[in-house]
């Protein structure tokens, strides 16, 4: 058909404004072109947007650090509206370039948002602050679940309390697939195959190497060097067969070049979305579950604001319209009863518990291994 | 009271008209650079960032990211020519073929690109050079299943796309001040406009190529986001590897090495072009005249 | 039959338009073989247009260019055996004065060998005495030998005519005297037709067999320099080559060559034609025209020559010593002011002071009666 063949004016339009709107997501995108520090910089440098410390009540501004398209925009305005506190929102590309310019010093953020293998990384450095969780009225512990919390307390300190959780698998068009994949073996070997150009990794050794790694039925995690040299092997094989290693996978799967991606859940949520015929798979060996966290980083300026946006956003009515802005499942028990059914009922969002079983955190570990990201240059620069 | 000479006074607001572009230099440029240098003598932290140690391991480990210097080595030079190539003709028109009214209008034209983020001309690129943009018009001409995005090739035409009104402004320049005379001079002697063309205007524009290339070149070493959109994060250039160690697997002293030898890189090249052209002084005065 | 001698230019009719105007407007025009000729006009006569239709940079509206014989209407500058020295040289500011001389020599096909072209370039340099300059960068040069350096470039292809436009005007007093008399002696040496342009009469006369005269796109007159001088068609021409006065008058009967004038209330004059062009009808305003140096003075009007025909009466209102001659400005209470000169004689060459009455007159051949314009 012609017309599906060939991009229309209006279908440029359309991808311009979805940009424009930012629906498109840019999380790991700003990652790679460093924008995401560029507006931080930025944000820490201007002196007007340095907070101010309250004395009686609230006030001032709270700088807000965290991902694209990540909440509802009413409920921040409802904040700002209720305690006459600014929202200033920095959004990052990634974990690492977030703890880059937290080592470096003087971000004056307020409120971030690290996934659950940083935080024990931030601890060490001593860059966050022990939360008191008396002035998070709103988090009940006894609501969440126990995997979801436990990489945010240290030593039985609490460092970093749940915002949502998500899964890293892939999602294909099936208007193009027909082989209906199930597993990471059949992501690889239908990427060397007959789906050769259509298929997407990230530009992320986590996620990349992990899942090369669930090839062979390795540890997501696994830093073995024999197993991480099989898997570099694979990735090298597969390289020239892939349409592109890029996190911002959106555009590339919207527009049909590419076919299928390695995807997290909110990502494919929105995808599905818009395109029905785009499904989500999480690969049966199991591959990567993860929790972003709030916490307040040391040296915080308004912590007094930062405890009441947090708290805001925990609040179960708050947090349920949170998650039917960014379509990531809360680890809120008292959350998801707010959550529409129609959500509830999205296996992209919650899969099946089978296939929960056998996803692997993140740790530590693996995102700083050297060895890592050398292999992920090498597989870059073949 | 006794008078500021004149003298004095002239060497006074002298250091203070070179004073913003001095400090500017000293510490925008000069500090960063060094502390650069110093970073590649030391050692990565455990958890990422910089160690002091000194050590030329990182200098050692450059071989590491060869491939990403051969890529940037050979694309770099591949993108001036070929934006060269595509310049020259548009300047030459603008210069010589448009008539004046329109002239402005197309000068205009040639820079509004720049008013929109570079970003978003990218992703229009993107599409346009996906299956369903150029390869699908190709198509219909036969030419079936063919691949530009994610290619080196993608990368160039973004190359030539994104660097052209750098290209074309100072050899437009450099035509425009081109003394018409010369052409008449050049026919009346017995040479026909083509020869007129390889004899006295290519020639005297000369600098203005030599000055955009410049341009492009060192812009096109440095580049990390065009690879990454229109090359798929399958083109690896020294800007990419550098965001990797900087911001992925923050090993800033390994990525200062690779700065530094960037830097040395372009420091050689820069050189080697400056006494090009100063050698040939007949150049340089034409650019100056 | 006689045999012509083909002209190496020639205009016919030939019109240049630039929409509404004019800038050419039907000039028939012959540059005779080994001659040395200028146009001469203001600025925006047509002259510099004129040269750029020899040279082929523009092509005529109407009417035809020959060269030689041949019909080059139409054909592109570079295929045309003319060759061009610019105002300002227009020398390749990227090539040294070796290859700026041997550029038109490096476009023939097929290319002479390079031994040939060496050899051209050094009587080139020879001929416009820059032996050795070669090597030199064109713009290390003075403006004299960048000049020469112009001369040899278009002078080493052998023209059929060598086009000079404006070439002196950028040089100073001095030099460009120097230019003059070494233009003259290279054109005689090789012979070949030079046509210069200028808008200074002097250069015009001193250094040119013949002289076009050019107004309005138009060509007024065409002639010897001393033609132009005794003989001027119009009042313009008098005017434009050397210093004239000129009073207004009605032509009366002619007799015997002469004719009579009424000038201003009631005065009577007697003057000639010019020999260029046809006597004035009776009754025809005219112009009088008379030379500053052909008008007598004296103290009293019996002391005026014999052939004085007409006598007056004027004042010294200034006067300017010249060396051997003096320049006097006097009134006439109808005439006018008008300009004497008169040469030295003996010790009493500043025989009038200002404010002084003074007779005044001339004889009847120094008066041309012109018709106005």
């Known amino acids: 058909m012609a017309d599906d063949k060939i991009i229309t004016p209006q279908k440029f339009i359309e991808e311009l404004r979805r940009f424009q709107k930012g629906s498109v997501t840019r999380r790991h995108f700003l990652g790679v072109t460093g924008l995401g520090v560029a507006t931080a910089v930025l944000g820490g440098a201007m002196p007007g947007l340095k907070p101010r410390k309250a004395y009686a009540a609230l006030s001032g501004t709270v700088n807000l650090t965290t991902w694209p398209n990540y909440h509802n925009q009413e409920n921040l305005d409802a904040f700002t509206k209720k305690t006459g506190v600014t929202i200033n929102m920095n959004v990052f590309g990634s974990n690492e370039e977030m703890l880059a310019k937290l080592q470096a010093g003087s971000t004056g953020w307020d409120v971030f948002v690290p996934t659950n293998y940083t935080i024990s990384t931030y601890k060490g450095l001593d860059l966050i602050e022990p939360l008191d969780l008396k002035l998070l009225p709103n988090y009940d512990v006894a609501s969440q679940d126990q995997r979801f919390t436990s990489e945010g307390t240290i030593d039985g300190t609490v460092y970093a309390v749940p915002k949502n959780w998500g899964t890293t698998g892939f999602v294909i068009n099936t208007k193009n697939v027909t082989q209906n994949p199930t597993s990471w073996k059949e992501f690889w070997d239908l990427t060397k195959g007959p789906l050769s150009g259509r298929v997407m990794v990230h530009d992320y050794q986590l996620t990349t190497i992990g899942n090369a790694l669930k090839y062979f039925g390795y540890s997501f995690n696994s830093n073995d060097e024999k197993q991480l040299a099989e898997a570099e092997k694979l990735m090298l094989e597969a390289k020239p067969h892939l349409f592109a290693i890029n996190s911002d996978y959106q555009p590339s799967m919207r527009n049909g070049d590419a076919w299928v991606s390695v995807a997290w859940t909110g990502d494919a949520t929105q995808l599905h979305r818009d395109l029905p015929e785009i499904q989500y798979v999480l690969g049966k060996e199991g591959g990567e579950i993860w929790t972003d966290y709030f916490a307040i980083p040391k040296g915080a300026a308004n912590k007094d604001a930062a405890y009441a946006l947090i708290d805001w956003l925990l609040t179960p009515e708050i947090n349920a319209k949170e998650v039917q802005a960014h379509g990531y499942p809360s680890t809120d028990a008292r959350t998801n009863k707010l959550v529409s059914k129609e959500m509830l009922e999205n296996p992209i969002l919650y899969p099946a518990k089978d296939l929960l079983t056998n996803l692997e955190f993140g740790a530590a570990a693996t995102l700083t291994n050297p060895l890592r990201a050398e292999i992920m240059a090498r597989f870059k620069s073949a | 009271m006794p008078q500021l000479a004149p003298i004095s006074r002239s060497k006074t607001v002298t250091a203070l008209l070179v004073a913003p572009a001095g400090l500017f230099f000293f510490f925008l440029l000069v500090l960063p650079l060094i502390v650069v240098v110093i970073y590649s003598f030391g050692a990565r932290a455990d958890a990422g960032g910089y160690a002091p140690a000194f050590t030329l391991d990182n200098y050692a480990n450059l071989p590491a990211r060869g491939q990403a210097f051969f890529n940037t080595l050979t694309l770099a030079p591949l993108g001036t020519l070929l934006t060269a190539l595509f310049a020259y003709p548009l300047a030459y028109f603008l210069a010589v073929k448009a008539s004046p009214k329109s002239r402005t209008l197309l000068l205009v034209l040639v820079i509004v690109p720049f008013w929109t983020s570079q970003l978003l001309r990218y992703y229009a690129w993107i599409m346009i050079l996906g299956s369903k943009g150029i390869p699908s018009w190709l198509a219909y001409l036969g030419i079936s299943d063919l691949r530009i995005i994610n290619t080196p090739w993608a990368v160039l035409i973004g190359a030539v796309y994104g660097f052209l009104p750098l290209m074309v402004l100072p050899i437009y320049v450099s035509l425009e001040k081109l003394d018409k005379r010369l052409l008449e001079a050049s026919a009346d002697l017995g040479a026909n406009s083509w020869r007129s063309f390889l004899q006295v205007t290519l020639p005297l524009s000369l600098p203005g190529v030599a000055t955009g290339s410049m341009l492009v070149f060192i812009l096109l070493m440095g580049e990390y986001i065009l690879p990454q959109l229109l090359g798929g994060g399958k083109v690896f250039f020294i800007g990419n590897a550098l965001v990797d160690l900087f911001l992925q697997s923050r090993n800033w002293p390994f990525g200062a090495a690779v700065s530094t030898a960037l830097v040395a890189i372009m420091f050689v090249t820069i050189v080697i072009y400056m006494r090009f052209v100063l050698s040939r002084g007949d150049v340089r005065r034409a650019a100056l005249v | ?373």
């Open chain 3, 1 to 373: 039959m006689t045999q012509t001698i083909v002209p190496d230019i020639s205009f016919r009719a030939v019109s240049k338009r630039y929409g509404e105007v004019r800038a050419v407007d039907r000039v028939d025009l012959d540059l005779p073989k080994g001659s040395f000729v200028s146009l001469l006009g203001p600025s925006g006569c047509g002259k510099t247009t004129c040269l750029r239709m020899m040279a082929g940079f523009e092509q005529p509206s109407e009417g035809e260019v020959f060269i030689r014989g041949d019909n080059v209407t139409g054909v592109p500058a570079y295929k045309r055996p003319v060759n061009m020295v610019f105002q300002h040289y227009a020398l390749f500011p990227h090539l040294n004065v070796a290859d700026n001389v041997s550029y038109g020599l490096r476009q023939r096909s097929p290319k002479p060998p390079r031994e040939a072209v060496a050899k051209a370039v050094d009587e080139a340099l020879a001929m416009v005495r820059l032996q050795g300059y070669g090597q030199r960068r064109t713009w290390e040069l003075s403006g004299g030998q960048q000049q020469r350096v112009a001369l040899a470039r278009a002078l080493i292809n052998r023209p059929a005519v060598l086009l000079l436009d404006e070439p002196l005007a950028a040089l100073d007093r001095k030099l460009r005297h120097d230019m003059q008399i070494e233009l003259q002696n290279l054109q005689r040496n090789v012979g070949i037709t030079f046509l210069l342009v200028t808008h200074d009469q002097e250069e015009a006369l001193s250094m040119s067999d013949r002289v076009c005269i050019m107004k309005d796109g138009r060509l007024v007159q065409t002639g010897t320099p001393r033609e132009l001088y005794d003989e001027p068609v119009n009042g313009y021409v008098a005017d434009f080559v050397g210093k004239s006065n000129f009073f207004a008058g009605i032509a009366g009967n002619a007799r015997s060559g002469l004719i009579d004038v009424a000038l201003a209330d009631g005065m009577k004059a007697t003057g000639r034609a010019s020999r260029s062009t046809v006597s004035p009808e009776a009754g025809e305003a005219v112009l009088v025209s008379v030379r500053p140096e052909q008008i007598r003075l004296a103290a009293a009007e019996t002391d005026l020559p014999n052939q004085v025909a007409f006598r007056t009466q004027a004042k010294v209102l200034n006067r300017i010593f010249l060396g051997e001659q003096t320049e006097y400005l006097v009134a006439h209470e109808k005439l006018g002011e008008f300009m004497v000169r008169s040469p030295r004689q003996g010790n009493q060459a500043l025989a009038f002071e200002i404010g002084d009455r003074v007779a005044v007159g001339w004889p009847p051949d120094a008066a041309l009666i012109l018709a106005k314009d």
